[in-house]
């Protein structure tokens, strides 16, 4: 039987922003330019440099929340997001810069559309309209929709970032995300961060094909997965994003070989737990780089 390839990814945000470039500017020897194509091509470069094989735009543009809510019809971001009118879908929001990272890349690497998920627009705005979750979490969920329907022409794959389901998955939570998902030809992963035991009953009936999950910060969730059947496959946490000690090859290695033993070929990919954006790009790039090589190992 052929033995199966596990991916290298990343998750949604990586630090090129003004604050980590002053702090990297030595390092890597780049200028201040801050202009978004730029910021793209600094993630992408370390994303590429790096070995991964599954790349995003970094969300270099904007923090995720802001990212789609400047855009969003009926929502406008005054230092925090809010959503003053009925929300809609009045102009593409990441297309062009998936269009860009498209043209960065060689024909061996794939690309992630990264998209906010519903729940966590809704519970990130500060509601001055709808006074209703659940209608204002619907009406994000089409708004995104459109987006991931016009996405699957320019990526491989897409993922749905829900930081808010690891406190709580609202009853509605499966069929807000097969709002978004559902007749998407692409493969369709869920990241969740943080401690997500208690959400994952909920999180196994979700309709998509791939879960993220924080496993390296938050080892327990090893055993609150493993007696469950559930038919999505697993993008594994694999180097933390709160902590800027760098894992070695060999942790890294180590930490795979587990999820395997446990999870066999569901095992189809592996990332860091979360965005990078709170660790400096020195250290975000030397995670990386080790979680390629260790990938590198177990698919020898
Ligand atoms: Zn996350």
Same mark, same amino acid.
């Given at each position: =039987?052929?033995?199966?390839?596990?991916?290298?990814?990343?998750?949604?945000?990586?630090?090129?922003?003004?604050?980590?470039?002053?702090?990297?500017?030595?390092?890597?020897?780049?200028?201040?330019?801050?202009?978004?194509?730029?910021?793209?091509?600094?993630?992408?470069?370390? %994303?590429?440099?790096?070995? @991964?094989?599954? &790349?995003?735009?970094?969300?270099?543009?904007? +923090? %995720?929340?802001?990212l789609f809510?400047?855009?969003?019809?009926?929502?406008?971001?005054?230092?925090?997001?809010?959503?003053?009118?009925?929300?809609?879908?009045?102009?593409?929001?990441?297309?062009?810069?998936? #269009?860009?990272?498209?043209?960065?890349?060689?024909?061996?690497?794939?690309?992630?559309?990264?998209?906010?998920? +519903?729940?966590?627009?809704?519970?990130?705005?500060?509601?001055?309209?709808?006074?209703?979750? #659940?209608?204002?979490?619907?009406?994000?969920?089409?708004?995104?929709?459109?987006?991931?329907?016009?996405?699957?022409?320019?990526?491989? =794959?897409?993922? =749905?970032?829900? +930081?808010?389901?690891?406190d709580s998955?609202?009853?509605?939570?499966?069929?807000?995300?097969?709002?978004?998902?559902?007749?998407?030809?692409?493969?369709?992963?869920?990241?969740v961060c943080?401690?997500?035991?208690?959400?994952?009953?909920?999180?196994?009936?979700?309709?998509?094909?791939?879960?993220?999950?924080?496993?390296?910060?938050?080892?327990?969730?090893?055993?609150?997965?493993?007696?469950?059947?559930?038919?999505?496959?697993?993008?594994?946490?694999?180097?933390?994003?709160?902590?800027?000690?760098?894992?070695?090859?060999?942790? &890294?290695?180590?930490? @795979?070989?587990?999820? @395997?033993?446990?999870?066999?070929?569901? @095992?189809?990919? &592996?990332?860091?737990?979360?965005?990078?954006?709170?660790?400096?790009?020195?250290?975000?790039?030397?995670?990386?780089?080790?979680?390629?090589?260790?990938?590198?190992?177990?698919?020898?």
């Amino acid at each position: =039987m052929k033995k199966q390839v596990i991916k290298t990814t990343v998750i949604g945000s990586y630090p090129v922003q003004p604050d980590n470039m002053a702090f990297m500017k030595n390092y890597f020897d780049q200028t201040l330019d801050t202009s978004w194509e730029k910021n793209i091509e600094r993630a992408v470069n370390d %994303m590429l440099g790096a070995g @991964i094989d599954i &790349i995003t735009d970094g969300q270099t543009r904007d +923090p %995720m929340i802001q990212l789609f809510t400047r855009k969003l019809d009926g929502c406008r971001v005054r230092g925090r997001a809010e959503v003053i009118n009925k929300i809609g879908y009045g102009e593409p929001v990441t297309v062009e810069d998936q #269009k860009y990272v498209r043209s960065l890349l060689t024909k061996d690497r794939k690309l992630k559309g990264v998209i906010t998920g +519903p729940y966590t627009l809704a519970k990130s705005c500060i509601d001055l309209y709808y006074s209703d979750e #659940k209608q204002e979490a619907f009406d994000f969920a089409s708004a995104l929709k459109q987006e991931a329907e016009l996405l699957q022409k320019h990526v491989d =794959m897409l993922s =749905m970032d829900e +930081p808010f389901f690891s406190d709580s998955v609202p009853e509605y939570g499966k069929n807000l995300i097969k709002t978004v998902a559902q007749n998407i030809s692409l493969p369709v992963a869920l990241h969740v961060c943080g401690d997500t035991s208690k959400a994952i009953p909920d999180l196994i009936e979700m309709p998509v094909d791939i879960l993220c999950l924080e496993f390296k910060g938050i080892p327990k969730l090893f055993d609150e997965l493993k007696d469950y059947s559930f038919p999505q496959r697993i993008c594994l946490g694999s180097v933390r994003s709160d902590d800027s000690r760098i894992e070695s090859t060999e942790e &890294i290695v180590a930490h @795979i070989q587990k999820a @395997i033993s446990i999870f066999g070929d569901k @095992i189809v990919q &592996i990332s860091p737990d979360c965005g990078q954006r709170m660790l400096s790009r020195k250290v975000a790039y030397q995670k990386l780089r080790n979680l390629v090589k260790a990938g590198e190992i177990i698919n020898a």
